[in-house]
């Protein structure tokens, strides 16, 4: 045989070789060893979240112990690693539901983690396969209730519209009961919102921004405010919707410091909710990023009948119209304090906005990509500012609406 020949054969073969070879490591011929690759316990006042990330679908079961109380997490198909044995080193010290955690390899092919509780808890669990080799398990461990603590009230009683106003029945002009505003610090707990160049953090600064604006709404007497949330926690955008509805809110206020692609993108904006898309590229980029935190928290967007049914009720125009005006009159009040991104307001479909018979507007109070405001955002006298400008456009809404008592 020539070498030439021969040369051309050991060539093939070791092409061969490497073929066989790749198929037996690849996932055709290879299974990865199921393995935790990260893990987190964050801690809040109403519940605390343990999340387990590893490379393949964690099959799990649970139950509870008393005296002292205790929650039993057994994973199948599972050896300890070095990562797992550090999951007590975890807890924090203010943890409101979990005292320590204990971990150990039940049998061979068990890994049991034994929770160790401040009080007892209502476990709630909720398993998502992010992508083919990356996999999420949630626990989530809210205070038990007992039943004569808990309101049997739907979050949703009825769909039908209810006057923003409630008419007078004294004669003299005044409400039967205060107008209710829900304040919407956006983002927050694992999802942080848009992060400036000098890492600002979105959650941190719109949650200041809320704090002020229920300060000064706290001191009109006409008024009552409520916040879908008060500290660093993750609430997913349906339940700050549920929430809103179950305190019969009559506004509702979404604050956002978001980002754009352009770093050049700057001054704020007042979006309302759109059906039929976007009526900016800008608003159509937001909405998105605005909408894709339900996937960071590991929530469902879809199959919901309680948002189905929203949507559909939200084809009222009325309610949409209510938000322009709404807008209308905040946008005319930010004006003062700072440059626009739009001089109108803007339109898109942000899921936060989606309550079906709640004037809703979503504020932009600055562009966090922009290094000069990402600076200024940061500073509590343009907070202050933006607060005090939010409020004057409520209460010129109110006005206009016909309230005299906001005047």
């Known amino acids: 045989m020539p070498e030439s020949e021969s040369n051309q054969g050991r060539w093939l073969l070791l092409q061969g070789i490497a073929v066989v070879w790749m198929l037996c490591v690849s996932r055709i011929g290879f299974t ?26 964690l099959k799990y079961r649970t139950f509870s ?38 971990v150990g390899q039940f049998d061979g092919h068990t890994v049991r983690l034994v929770l160790e509780l401040k009080q007892k808890v209502t476990p709630r669990f909720l398993a998502l396969a992010l992508t083919h080799s990356f996999h999420r398990l949630m626990l989530d461990l809210y205070p038990t209730q007992s039943r004569s603590s808990v309101k049997d009230t739907p979050l949703v009683k009825d769909y039908k519209t209810h006057a923003l106003l409630p008419k007078s029945q004294s004669g003299k002009g005044k409400c039967d009961r205060p107008i209710v505003v829900m304040i919407d610090p956006g983002h927050g707990g694992e999802d942080p919102g848009a992060v400036g160049k000098y890492k600002t953090r979105e959650k941190d600064i719109v949650l200041q921004i809320a704090c002020r604006l229920s300060a000064l709404i706290k001191r009109e007497p006409n008024m009552r405010v409520y916040m879908t949330r008060h500290e660093d ?35 704020a904006s007042v979006f309302a909710l759109s059906t039929q898309g976007a009526t900016s590229e800008a608003a159509r980029y937001l909405a998105q990023t605005q909408n894709a935190v339900d996937e960071i928290g590991g929530f469902s967007k879809s199959g919901d009948p309680y948002l189905d049914h929203t949507v559909f009720d939200l084809m009222q125009t009325a309610t949409i119209s209510d938000s322009l005006k709404f807008g209308r009159h905040v946008l005319n009040h930010v004006r003062k304090i700072t440059n626009l991104h739009k001089k109108n307001v803007d339109q ?27 600076r200024r955002l940061r500073t509590p006298r343009y907070q202050q500012q933006i607060a005090e400008a939010i409020l004057k456009g409520i209460k010129s809404y109110l006005v206009d609406s016909g309230a005299p008592e906001w005047r």
């Not at 316990?41 to 590893?54: F, G």
């Not at 942000?350 to 922009?370: C, G, Q, R, Y």
């Open 32 to 57: 990865a060893e199921p393995n935790i690759i990260a893990l987190k316990i964050c801690p809040a006042a109403s519940y605390t979240r343990v999340t387990l990330e590893s490379n393949v679908t």
């Open 65 to 102: 112990l008393n005296n002292p109380d205790r929650l039993v997490l057994d994973i199948e198909g599972l050896r300890l690693n070095s990562l797992l044995s550090q999951i007590g080193q975890k807890v924090q010290p203010g943890d409101s539901y979990i005292h320590r955690v204990r």
């Open 233 to 267: 926690v993750f609430i997913p955008l349906k339940v700050r919707v549920a929430k809103t509805r179950k305190q019969r809110a009559d506004l509702f206020v979404s604050i956002h410091a978001d980002a754009f692609t352009n770093r050049g993108a700057q001054g």
């Open 348 to 374: 898109a479909g942000f899921a936060v906005l989606k309550a079906p018979d709640i004037p809703s507007i979503l504020v932009e109070t600055a562009f966090i990509s922009n290094v000069q405001e990402e």
